[in-house]
């Protein structure tokens, strides 16, 4: 493995942007991060993975940081001597890493935490699993991703250059195309009231978190007949799982059910690949009307489309801006949450990851995630990130809908039969 790589940027303390300032109030109320976990063939030693995870942790400036309170609005604090925890544990990589997420999603980090991401490694002989765990203020799901990455490239003696300073969601968007004024769309005729969501009742409990992956030929279906029928994958696999909700659920098969499903805005933001928060906002309500399978997911393409632009990002930015300057307390941002949103189901999808397989001797076999609680009562969570031909899924949940993932794959092969 080559040296230490010298610092090309000097990383200084910045203030938070609206969604990172949002999301640490929210934090304070109910813990908001999330995980990724990548599974690597080839043998490696705990040593090397500690020196890849520090030359990591220097490449992004928000791994470490904490955040402190001030006058003018909570800041990221630079702590230069804060390496990121990394607990090693013992034992097989395929099999243990579900029980080691659910574990890190039921572990918060507190206020006193810098930096603000931890590491998990099950280390065996010939191979290995790697979870990273962020407070989502420093972090989307793709900064993880990227991190793995990273991590992979330097065990493999490619170390990655270090990044400049990471620049706000607010700030990038700023630095683009001015965005004219317009009215604020009025909701769908058909669209549900909204009605502020209860949250989880915290008992100390670890949530379940279970995972499937797609075969390679259901994938690659998946995506042509999604493309024949005017529709995308997300929006498949969210009527999959709403389909599958209802189908084990007395419960869900009697309400609308809403979708949540978080925006990669990094291309609308040429934010690159800087470890930070590029995230727009789209949800779908599925009525209870008994449409096909693809009319469903037509649909819920046609509804969320607005949601990908830079006028879609603009929307969203603006309402989290006015919240913040109203000057929330913890409470406020809570409140604001269990309307702004309310969902049944989280679906955040990364795609088609944009990484290499191979790092030298050692091979990224699947990826999984983003696991991540919204902490909505009985709401199901689902990752999707796509390697290898493969979609992997995880389910999250504290009240989980037993079999979901794989009444989801039942009914993909229904709809690609």
């Given at each position: 493995?080559?040296?230490?790589?010298q610092?090309?940027?000097?990383?200084?303390?910045?203030?938070?942007?609206?969604?990172?300032?949002?999301?640490?109030?929210?934090?304070?109320?109910?813990?908001?991060?999330?995980?990724?976990?990548?599974?690597?063939?080839?043998?490696?030693d705990?040593?090397?993975?500690?020196?890849?995870?520090d030359?990591?942790?220097?490449?992004?400036?928000?791994?470490?940081?904490?955040?402190?309170?001030?006058?003018?609005?909570?800041?990221?604090?630079?702590?230069?001597?804060?390496r990121?925890?990394?607990?090693?544990?013992?034992?097989?990589p395929?099999?243990?890493?579900?029980?080691?997420?659910?574990?890190?999603?039921?572990?918060?980090?507190?206020k006193?935490?810098?930096?603000?991401?931890?590491?998990?490694?099950?280390?065996?002989?010939?191979?290995?699993?790697?979870t990273?765990?962020?407070?989502?203020?420093?972090?989307?799901g793709?900064?993880?991703?990227?991190a793995?990455?990273?991590?992979?490239?330097?065990?493999?003696?490619?170390?990655?250059?270090?990044?400049p300073?990471?620049?706000?969601?607010?700030e990038?968007?700023?630095?683009?195309?001015?965005?004219?004024?317009?009215?604020?769309?009025?909701?769908?005729?058909?669209?549900?009231?909204?009605?502020?969501?209860?949250?989880?009742?915290?008992?100390?409990?670890?949530?379940f978190?279970?995972?499937l992956?797609?075969?390679?030929?259901?994938?690659?279906?998946?995506r042509?007949?999604?493309?024949?029928?005017?529709?995308?994958?997300?929006?498949a696999?969210a009527?999959?799982?709403?389909?599958?909700?209802?189908?084990?659920?007395?419960?869900?098969?009697?309400?609308p059910?809403?979708?949540?499903?978080?925006?990669?805005?990094?291309?609308?933001?040429?934010?690159?690949?800087?470890?930070?928060?590029?995230?727009?906002?789209?949800?779908?309500?599925?009525?209870?009307?008994?449409?096909?399978?693809?009319?469903?997911?037509?649909?819920m393409?046609?509804?969320?489309?607005?949601?990908?632009?830079?006028?879609?990002?603009?929307?969203?930015?603006?309402?989290?801006?006015?919240?913040?300057?109203?000057g929330?307390?913890?409470?406020?941002?809570?409140?604001?949450?269990?309307?702004?949103?309310?969902?049944?189901?989280?679906?955040?999808?990364?795609?088609?990851l944009?990484?290499?397989?191979?790092?030298?001797?050692?091979?990224?076999?699947?990826?999984?995630g983003?696991?991540?609680?919204?902490?909505?009562?009985?709401?199901?969570?689902v990752?999707?990130?796509?390697?290898?031909g493969?979609?992997?899924?995880?389910?999250?949940?504290?009240?989980?809908?037993l079999?979901?993932?794989?009444?989801?794959?039942?009914?993909?092969?229904?709809?690609?039969?």
């Open positions: 493995m080559t040296g230490v790589i610092t090309e940027y000097a990383h200084t303390d910045r203030k938070l942007g609206a969604l990172e300032h949002f999301f640490w109030l929210i934090d304070k109320h109910r813990p908001l991060h999330f995980a990724i976990t990548g599974h690597v063939i080839g043998k490696t705990v040593g090397g993975w500690r020196i890849a995870l030359t990591v942790q220097r490449r992004n400036a928000l791994m470490s940081v904490a955040i402190e309170a001030a006058e003018q609005g909570p800041v990221f604090r630079q702590r230069k001597d804060a990121i925890p990394l607990r090693i544990v013992e034992g097989d395929a099999r243990g890493w579900q029980a080691e997420v659910a574990a890190e999603l039921g572990t918060p980090f507190s006193e935490d810098s930096p603000l991401i931890r590491a998990v490694l099950i280390h065996a002989a010939g191979a290995a699993a790697i990273l765990v962020a407070h989502h203020s420093i972090a989307d793709l900064s993880l991703v990227y793995i990455r990273d991590i992979l490239s330097t065990l493999a003696g490619d170390p990655p250059p270090i990044l300073q990471t620049p706000s969601e607010d990038l968007f700023d630095a683009g195309p001015s965005e004219p004024a317009s009215a604020p769309s009025a909701p769908a005729a058909d669209a549900p009231v909204p009605v502020p969501k209860a949250y989880h009742t915290v008992d100390g409990s670890h949530p978190v279970s995972s992956s797609l075969p390679q030929q259901l994938t690659e279906q998946l042509a007949q999604a493309r024949a029928e005017s529709t995308t994958v997300h929006c696999l009527t999959a799982l709403t389909f599958a909700a209802r189908k084990l659920s007395t419960a869900w098969s009697i309400i059910i809403r979708v949540w499903s978080p925006v990669n805005m990094r291309r609308v933001l040429n934010a690159e690949e800087h470890c930070g928060n590029y995230l727009g906002s789209a949800s779908s309500c599925f009525g209870l009307e008994t449409d096909r399978f693809w009319d469903s997911a037509r649909r393409a046609v509804e969320i489309a607005p949601a990908k632009t830079r006028s879609g990002l603009h929307a969203a930015l603006s309402a989290v801006q006015g919240f913040i300057s109203s929330p307390d913890v409470a406020g941002a809570a409140g604001f949450a269990s309307v702004a949103f309310a969902h049944e189901a989280v679906l955040t999808n990364l795609g088609v944009p990484l290499p397989v191979s790092y030298g001797a050692l091979r990224l076999q699947r990826v999984w983003p696991c991540i609680l919204p902490d909505f009562e009985d709401v199901q969570s990752g999707v990130a796509t390697i290898n493969e979609a992997c899924l995880t389910h999250s949940s504290y009240s989980p809908i079999g979901l993932l794989e009444e989801m794959h039942t009914t993909l092969l229904l709809a690609t039969a």
